[in-house]
T-cell receptor, first 114, second 114 residues
Framework: GENVEQHPSTLSVQEGDSAVIKCTYS??????FPWYKQELGKRPQLIID?????GEKKDQRIAVTLNKTAKHFSLHITETQPEDSAVYFC?????????????FGIGTKLQVIP | SAVISQKPSRDICQRGTSLTIQCQVD?????MFWYRQQPGQSLTLIAT?????????ESGFVIDKFPISRPNLTFSTLTVSNMSPEDSSIYLC???????????FGSGTRLTVV
């Protein structure tokens, strides 16, 4: 089955700096790579995703890159703010539409220091 | 995205008892997924629930321990049976809507077994 590795497990940055979280996956058939943000005591929420036919996607201060050849993808957060502090999970899946088994990474606890 | 109502939000249960967790979705979805998130850990898929058929369980999870019902396209329950302290965890339901790839999660049930 799919295996997703994520690092670092914890990350502290100063407010305004950039944060990068990296993930690798094992199943070359995986074609969808979402990122979830989970604030303390809350549910995970999708913040950005990328499909295998795209190399990069950006949404305001967050961006995701995908290297299919190397089977790794990364989350980039620029101009970090204290409200970015949370646990971030990368994930990988294959399939389309209604059914997809999603495998999550272990999570990265991001702390943004004011 | 879909709105999911999950209840109870938390419970403290005696070992050996059972707890049923309910998830109600505001729209029809083909599949619902049940996840477990142990403290400080990632999300682990327990099973996938289809309406009108038996749930599909992941390795390490069995129907006798985690029976699931899916009576219609908007509702599902997960029962945690014969509980032990090791079952203390957060349980989350999630759905993928047609034409949309990302998961939407319920608010979670924080279970403590004493």
């Amino acid at each position: 089955g799919e295996n997703v590795e994520q690092h670092p497990s914890t990350l502290s940055v100063q407010e305004g700096d950039s944060a990068v979280i990296k993930c690798t996956y094992s199943d070359s058939a995986s074609n969808y790579f979402p990122w979830y943000k989970q604030e303390l005591g809350k549910r995970p929420q999708l913040i950005i995703d990328i499909r295998s036919n795209v190399g990069e996607k950006k949404d305001q201060r967050i961006a995701v890159t995908l290297n299919k050849t190397a089977k790794h993808f990364s989350l980039h957060i620029t101009e970090t703010q204290p409200e970015d502090s949370a646990v971030y999970f990368c994930a990988a899946s294959r399939g389309s539409g209604g059914y997809q088994k999603v495998t999550f990474g272990i999570g990265t606890k991001l702390q943004v220091i004011p | 995205s879909a709105v999911i109502s999950q209840k109870p939000s938390r419970d403290i249960c005696q070992r050996g008892t059972s707890l049923t967790i309910q998830c109600q979705v505001d729209s029809q979805v083909t599949m619902m997924f049940w996840y477990r998130q142990q403290p400080g850990q990632s999300l682990t898929l327990i099973a996938t629930a289809n309406q009108g058929s038996e749930a599909t369980y992941e390795s390490g999870f069995v129907i006798d321990k985690f029976p699931i019902s899916r009576p219609n396209l908007t509702f599902s329950t997960l029962t945690v049976s014969n509980m032990s302290p090791e079952d203390s965890s957060i349980y989350l339901c999630s759905v993928v809507q047609p034409g949309y790839y990302g998961y939407t999660f319920g608010s979670g049930t924080r279970l403590t077994v004493v």
